[in-house]
């Protein structure tokens, strides 16, 4: 099942207009777009355009106003509210899935450079990730939720993860362009089980920088060959989209 998640120029009838041309199955819709917010974009809208387009619709929940690993405990329970609002949101418009991001920590500058002191976060991160994250995996459906792959992960974060894994029902979305530029993401490759998602994008396995695939260094083949779940790629340009669905179709023969 290949998708895709809109073009930044598109409009969203635009966009589902060209995924059904091109042949795709699904739309993601990156909610962080002021085109596709939940304060510009009605569940309604979704539900007639995916009827008429007849394709699946996944969700990509708001990650630049959320923060489920912020030191703020006010900015963490906005985050969960938003999360909530975009659950909700998705039962609407019968959306297949929701991948949200996990957060980040702050770097700081300083006289010596940029600096990102690790282990500042850690017993912290632990902790946000175990019990807050967990108790609120617990009270919803979290099936329709997919973590992705984002920021490089530490021992700490692994655990965390771990334990988000074994004991609630959370899926994963998998991001290749992440795994090959951020760094301790193997966790997401011992469980691809529960993967129901990956996003498609290249890079120079260096920098997170959304390319057509073959325009770079990522190696598709650490996605396992039996793996049937949804596909989209993420490049956000016309001209990328279309490069990377054909490099797919060829790689898959």
């Given at each position: 099942?290949?998708?895709?998640?809109?073009?930044?120029?598109?409009k969203p009838r635009e966009a589902f207009e060209f995924?059904?041309?091109?042949?795709?199955?699904?739309?993601?819709?990156?909610?962080?777009?002021?085109?596709?917010?939940?304060?510009?974009?009605?569940?309604?809208?979704?539900?007639?355009?995916?009827?008429?387009?007849?394709?699946?619709?996944?969700?990509?929940?708001?990650?630049?106003?959320?923060?489920?690993?912020?030191?703020?405990?006010?900015?963490?329970?906005?985050?969960?509210?938003?999360?909530?609002?975009?659950?909700?949101?998705?039962?609407?418009?019968?959306?297949?899935?929701?991948?949200?991001?996990?957060?980040?920590?702050?770097?700081?500058?300083?006289?010596?450079?940029?600096?990102?002191?690790?282990?500042?976060?850690?017993?912290?991160?632990?902790?946000?990730?175990?019990?807050?994250?967990?108790?609120?995996?617990?009270?919803?459906?979290?099936?329709?939720?997919?973590?992705?792959?984002?920021?490089?992960?530490?021992?700490?974060?692994?655990?965390?993860?771990?334990?988000?894994i074994e004991n609630t029902d959370v899926s994963l979305?998998?991001?290749?362009?992440?795994?090959?530029?951020?760094?301790?993401?193997?966790?997401?490759?011992?469980?691809?089980?529960?993967?129901?998602?990956?996003?498609?994008?290249?890079?120079?396995?260096?920098?997170?920088?959304?390319?057509?695939?073959?325009?770079?260094?990522?190696?598709?083949?650490?996605?396992?060959?039996?793996?049937?779940?949804?596909?989209?790629?993420?490049?956000?340009?016309?001209?990328?989209?279309?490069?990377?669905?054909?490099?797919?179709?060829?790689w898959r023969g």
């Amino acid at each position: 099942m290949l998708g895709m998640q809109p073009a930044i120029d598109q409009k969203p009838r635009e966009a589902f207009e060209f995924a059904k041309k091109h042949g795709f199955d699904h739309v993601e819709i990156l909610m962080d777009h002021p085109l596709y917010s939940i304060e510009n974009l009605s569940p309604a809208e979704i539900l007639e355009m995916k009827e008429c387009y007849e394709l699946d619709v996944l969700l990509h929940a708001p990650s630049t106003s959320t923060n489920f690993l912020s030191i703020s405990d006010v900015m963490r329970k906005a985050s969960y509210e938003e999360l909530c609002r975009t659950i909700r949101f998705a039962e609407k418009c019968d959306a297949k899935l929701v991948t949200f991001h996990i957060g980040w920590n702050p770097g700081f500058i300083t006289a010596r450079g940029f600096v990102f002191p690790r282990e500042l976060y850690r017993d912290h991160n632990y902790r946000v990730i175990t019990k807050e994250m967990y108790g609120f995996l617990r009270k919803v459906d979290a099936e329709i939720l997919a973590l992705e792959n984002t920021i490089p992960l530490d021992e700490s974060l692994k655990m965390a993860i771990e334990f988000l894994i074994e004991n609630t029902d959370v899926s994963l979305t998998f991001d290749i362009g992440h795994y090959f530029c951020k760094g301790g993401h193997e966790i997401f490759l011992e469980h691809f089980d529960r993967v129901k998602n990956i996003h498609l994008h290249d890079n120079d396995l260096k920098n997170d920088l959304h390319l057509a695939l073959g325009d770079g260094k990522v190696d598709l083949s650490v996605i396992p060959k039996n793996y049937n779940g949804y596909m989209t790629i993420e490049c956000r340009d016309t001209e990328a989209i279309i490069k990377s669905k054909e490099f797919i179709e060829r790689w898959r023969g």
